[in-house]
């Protein structure tokens, strides 16, 4: 740090100057996040200082996040959910699995998720010491529910069910992982970090969320497709005695007890939360979300056209593309500009349909796409 301060005018042109480093998000096909919506930004910057971390300080925006979560119940089948709002998808998900463990109390715990879950599931295997069980897909990626049962023993603590899964936007049979939850009496969460604020503005129906009978936890990103502010996660319990196992003592504080993993933790995200939630309600979310697949149904035509099949049907604005050469292909979009993103397995492209994306750009992609192609 310099001795001596540096006058504002010079900081925000050295801000101007990083921010050109940054790629904007118009060419951006590999992203879950996107420009948050304008209404959660301004809350955003309203409650810029608020602190959810010691929220006895912050009565209000703590009756905002009661107000999120409230929200988001209701949208995943529980009016009555408990939660709170976390740093995203990552932290959800350790929360849910931390409860799991603590509530079960196995001296070699393992948990079975799908093999196309997200790679915060082998952290929390670091961090939580709980055995990670990889369960195989079937051919449309979605888990195998023989896969899991063959699994299951007398350490496993949880079953692991994605609801749009990172990289095929794929949902795995929950009804059927539920089934076999309460009939070995596991904890079952589902990752919906991306579907979450996707499926169920679809309009073909999935039972995905609470209204199976055997979830018992939910990862749902306001700052994936909720179109808030980043770092808004949302992790959701059907049961109250769920936050137990995560309360600690905070005797100094202006609360006597804390749930969240983070301690001091943003209360402008919750805010933009409660912002855009409240300003969009469910039809807003529905028109976005019909946006985002009439370009997803658009991207699949036009690919179509140019011989290159997706591998599955997309059943979100996932689209993952069996593009020859790929490496080469991705290579020579990066030139013009298109950041695209791969599967593991099998390799392919994957491109996702966010909001910040639009009709002209995607018709543009399509064109690059099959230059690119042709220009082997
Ligand atoms: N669960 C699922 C199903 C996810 O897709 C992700 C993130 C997470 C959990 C973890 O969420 P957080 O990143 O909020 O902790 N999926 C994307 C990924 O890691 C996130 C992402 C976002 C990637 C923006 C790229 C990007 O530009 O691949």
């Not at 509530?103 to 998720?113: E, G, L």
């Not at 369960?135 to 699994?151: G, H, N, R, T």
């Not at 658009?298 to 593009?323: A, F, K, S, Y």
């Amino acid at each position: 740090m310099n001795q001596k301060g540096c006058p504002e005018k010079e900081v925000l042109a050295l801000l101007e100057n990083a921010m050109k480093k940054d790629t904007s998000y118009e060419k951006v096909l590999s992203a879950m996040c996107t420009q948050p919506h304008p209404i959660a930004v301004k809350a955003h910057m309203q409650f810029i200082a608020s602190n959810m971390g010691d929220f006895g300080l912050f009565q209000g925006t703590k009756e905002l996040e009661e107000k999120v979560i409230k929200m988001m119940g209701c949208m995943l089948g529980d009016d009555n959910a408990c939660g709170y709002i976390t740093t995203g998808g990552t932290e959800s998900n350790i929360q849910a699995l931390r409860t799991a463990r603590n509530m079960d109390n196995k001296k070699h715990p393992n948990m079975i998720v799908p093999d196309s879950a997200h790679f915060s599931f082998d952290k929390i295997a670091d961090l939580l010491g709980i055995e990670i069980r990889k369960a195989q897909l079937d051919a449309e990626f979605k888990v195998d529910e023989d896969s899991v049962a063959e699994q299951i023993d007398k350490n496993t603590i949880a079953l692991v069910g994605i609801a749009g899964s990172t990289e095929f936007g794929q949902i795995d049979p929950i009804d059927r992982l539920a089934k076999l939850a309460i009939s070995n009496d596991l904890f079952l969460h589902v990752d919906a970090a991306f579907g979450g604020f996707v499926i169920p503005f679809l309009d073909k129906k999935y039972d995905f969320d609470f209204s199976v009978k055997g979830v018992t936890s939910i990862t749902a990103d306001p700052h994936k497709m909720g179109m808030s502010t980043i770092p808004a996660g949302g992790l959701l319990f059907r049961e109250e005695e769920c936050l137990l196992p995560l309360e600690i003592d905070t005797p100094y504080l202006t609360i006597r007890k804390q749930h969240s993993l983070a301690g001091t933790r943003s209360g402008a995200s919750v805010a933009g939360a409660y912002a855009v939630m409240k300003h969009l309600g469910m039809d807003g979310y529905k028109k976005i979300v019909k946006r985002c697949m009439e370009m997803t149904d658009r991207l699949v035509e036009g690919t179509r056209e140019l011989g290159i099949e997706p591998l599955i049907e997309p059943v979100m604005n996932i689209v993952v593309l069996d593009v020859p050469d790929l490496d080469e292909v991705r290579k020579k979009l990066r030139a013009k500009g298109w950041v695209t993103s791969i599967t593991r397995n099998p390799k392919a492209m994957r491109l996702l349909l966010m909001p910040h994306l639009g009709d002209e750009i995607i018709k543009l992609f399509i064109s690059d796409l099959g230059d690119c192609i042709r220009s082997k």
